[in-house]
């Protein structure tokens, strides 16, 4: 964001619309209307009046210097758009102007002042065992899961404890996985990537459909809690028809615990892992609670897995930095994390129920998630709408539009999955009033 908002300074200034001698906004105000920290614009502005183009004089502010203009360099011509674009309603992200950066920065120092200096060392498998007890009780509390921090594994977010296990499971002699359809493609090129087939499981208003599991199949990734992107809850017949065919069948079942922090309308389904901890893996992650850029995540591995995961995970290289581990695991351990995740709770419940106002029309899934399913006539219709989206600056996802479905077909049904979660809280407003435009014409 700094590097955005110097280059954009810059222009104006270059270019005369920012005449010399125009006094610049405060420094926390221009931080408020952007969603950023009041440091960076700080910065900003001490680099940009190191380089000439502003002026800072102590009691009068920060002021545009008299460097002349010159003409703007020639730009390929662009479609014109509508005032009011960058909004941003991609599902799957929270308010990342949200992050807790206090809480954060005071447990990260915490992590510094007070880690062994072993904790800098190479790690062995698994993760931080600070982060790992951490974690093995915090899921124990919220999601009812059963295991011990020897079960947890650390991994950089959901996508890489996915590359994890579709390698340690393809290890293993599983050739076929089936995930849930509709569902997120990047899972299904995860699980490819790992050399696992991948089927399809229709989702309908009880959830993923076992009927649809075939011989070939020997793990299935579910996320019942909140399922992506329909937001139906999976049903307890499904969640028990599911772990016996694992037993049956010596299979796995991955458990997506996607979206299970944000539940509105009442208190969560607990974690399906405590129904068969032999045979179920718990993966979770902070992407949603705090950020993506975080990059972490966790998963809970059954006793036969833990030797086939960390082997995977060994190969696959990549790991969480110490310091994130034990910072996050501080936020843990103190309750900062929870308090966190209640605050954002108020903030979305509002959001989902605003939203459902000002559209006037049903949302399908549960009250819950980050994300809202409006169903559109046709995937046609559909495709309108992203597209009209883009032009007017509103960025959305559709069903079809973004691959959603395993064989995508005309007559499948279309919605739009809008990312109510995303926009800051100074640009919520205008975000209500851009897709209510879009959607009710």
């Known amino acids: 964001m700094g590097r955005a908002l110097e280059e954009a300074l810059r222009e104006a200034v270059r270019s005369g619309r920012f005449a010399a001698g125009t006094r610049l906004p405060g420094s926390r105000s221009l931080a408020a209307d952007l969603g950023v920290a009041r440091g960076t614009v700080v910065q900003v502005y001490a680099q940009l009046t190191a380089e000439g183009w502003l002026t800072g004089t102590r009691g009068s502010g920060t002021r545009v210097a008299d460097v002349g203009t010159v003409a ?9 758009r509508r005032p009011g674009g960058g909004i941003d309603l991609r599902p799957g992200r929270p308010d990342l102007s949200s992050f807790p950066r206090t809480v954060w920065a005071s447990a990260v120092r915490r992590a510094l002042a007070s ?22 009780g915090y899921v124990a509390r919220t999601r ?3 295991a011990g921090a020897d079960a947890v594994v650390v991994t950089a977010g959901f996508a890489h404890g996915l590359a994890i296990l579709g390698r340690a499971l393809r290890d293993m002699g599983i050739g076929c996985a089936a995930t849930e359809d509709p569902g997120l493609p990047r899972h299904r090129d995860l699980l490819r990537a790992a050399g696992l087939d991948v089927a399809p499981l229709q989702v309908g208003p009880e959830g993923a459909d076992p009927a649809d599991l075939t011989a070939r199949t020997g793990t299935v990734l579910l996320t019942p809690a909140h399922q992506f992107p329909c ?17 049956r069948r010596d299979g796995y079942l991955v458990e997506d615990d996607y979206d299970a922090e944000f539940r509105y309308g009442r208190q969560p389904v607990g974690a399906m892992q405590a129904l068969a ?12 609670s705090l950020a993506p850029g975080m990059r972490l995540g966790w998963l809970v591995v059954p006793p036969a897995l833990r030797g086939p995961v960390l082997t995977a995970q060994a190969q696959l290289g990549a790991a969480v930095p110490a310091v994130d581990q034990l910072a996050f695991a501080d936020l843990l ?9 209640r605050r954002a709770r108020l903030v979305y419940r509002r959001r989902r129920a605003e939203l459902a106002d000002r559209l006037r029309r049903p949302l399908e899934g ?21 597209d009209t989206g883009r032009y007017a600056g509103v960025r959305l996802h559709g069903l079809h539009n973004d691959g959603y479905w395993h064989e995508p077909a005309p007559e499948r049904r279309a919605a739009l999955v809008i990312g109510y979660a995303t926009p800051p809280p100074h640009a919520w407003t205008q975000a209500l009033a851009a897709l209510s435009d879009l959607t009710n014409t």
């Open 72 to 80: 703007a360099d020639p730009r390929p011509e662009q479609r014109p």
């Open 144 to 146: 009812g899961v059963r």
């Open 115 to 136: 880690a062994d200096p072993r904790a800098w060392d190479y790690e062995e498998g698994g993760g931080s065992a600070a982060l790992r007890s951490a974690i093995a």
């Open 333 to 341: 351990e103190r309750g900062d994390y929870d308090r966190h995740i």
């Open 366 to 386: 549960v009250a819950a998630g980050l994300h809202a399913l409006l169903p559109v006539a046709s995937a046609e219709e559909e495709r309108r709408l992203v």
């Open 277 to 288: 901890p032999d045979r179920v893996v718990f993966a979770g992650s902070a992407s949603k």
């Open 231 to 247: 937001g139906v809850v999976l049903t307890p017949d499904r969640r028990t028809a599911f772990t016996e065919w694992a037993r």
